[in-house]
């Protein structure tokens, strides 16, 4: 949590390793010892908080939703995830310290965005093997679900314009509906 909380208050290349460890009540070793160095640090980090997103791929506990409820509830949560004012600026602070350090931008995207967006595939595959959803590539198939239920909201929140929640859940709302459209069953 301290690690966390730094990298997004300060962004990495502020984010004192000295720092987090009084936060958190260890010493600079045990950081060390545990993730390697900084970059080892920032990785669990993002890693940690992306758990927060992954428990809306569960297959499991759901079944008494339809396909069209649970890819709702996975649009709003990602969006709802995404737009958080403290994601938003640690973005932006990634995408700076990655003009400088680009293995910092790998690490987030390798971290965060990509294993969110493996996660998402493996839950679209499931649902492809229930027979759910006619799905060929689910990779694919789950970036166009994010890219949709993002759409240009995400690039106006980005430069502080926020859509409204209204404009919002219809994007999410229309993405789901386009999204079934293109991969759902005709039974």
Known sequence: MAARDAFFEHGYGAAAIEQIALAAGV???????????????????????????????????????????????????????????????????????????????????????????GTFAAFLAAMAETGAVVIPDAMLAAEQFAAMCKGFGDVELRFGAPPTPSATRHRVESAVEAFLKIYGTKA
Do not use: W
């Not at 160095?37 to 758990?51: M, V």
């Not at 994601?87 to 003009?99: I, L, N, P």
């Open 27 to 117: 010493s600079k070793v045990t950081i060390y010892n545990h993730f390697s160095d900084k970059q080892g640090l920032f990785t669990a980090a993002i890693e940690r908080e992306c758990e927060r997103m992954r428990d809306h791929f569960s297959i499991n506990g759901q079944e008494s939703q339809s396909l069209r409820e649970r890819l709702l509830d996975i649009g709003h949560a990602m969006v709802a995830f995404l737009s958080r004012p403290e994601m938003v600026q640690f973005e932006r602070r990634v995408a700076a310290e990655t003009e400088r350090n680009p293995e910092i931008g790998l690490a987030f995207l390798n971290a965060g965005p990509r294993r969110m967006k």
